[in-house]
């Protein structure tokens, strides 16, 4: 199983505060106890939403809206993909994440087998293809 852990932001992480030398190690120690384990497939800290943007859809037309956003405590401030088991062996390592005051979000991933009868099999193989062509793209 995949899941995706999103680190919230806040004031800080909105600010471009960027972390100490000294959490940027541990938390550089415990993304290696990740990769070591098999279970870290990526991760990485976002620029504040004042860099970002955010794409509206409706009618069929999209609308940017620039950053930044309103309640730093919505946003994601970073992120992991990681495989796991289970969702319980997933917060087990989420859980030992080197954060002092900090909210983090654990979503499970769909697979493909999630989608039932509406994957069919063509669709099912054009995904396979262009998942085969990313991994490709990022060797």
């Not at 990526?42 to 956003?69: E, N, W």
């Amino acid at each position: 199983m995949r899941f995706m852990v999103m680190v919230k932001g806040d004031e800080s992480t909105e600010a471009g505060v960027m972390p100490t030398e000294e959490e940027l190690a541990a938390m550089g120690r415990f993304n290696e106890e990740l990769v070591k384990a098999g279970v870290m497939l990526a991760g990485d800290g976002l620029h504040p939403s004042s860099k970002g943007a955010k794409i509206r859809f409706s009618g069929g037309k999209s609308t940017v809206v620039d950053g930044p956003f309103a309640e730093a405590k919505e946003l994601v401030a970073g992120f992991w993909m990681l495989q796991a088991k289970s969702k319980d062996e997933a917060l087990e390592w989420i859980r030992r994440a080197p954060f002092v005051d900090a909210e983090v979000e654990l979503r499970q991933v769909f697979d493909t087998e999630d989608f039932g009868d509406a994957m069919t099999p063509e669709i099912k193989e054009a995904e396979e293809k262009l998942r085969a062509k990313l991994a490709e793209q990022q060797k």
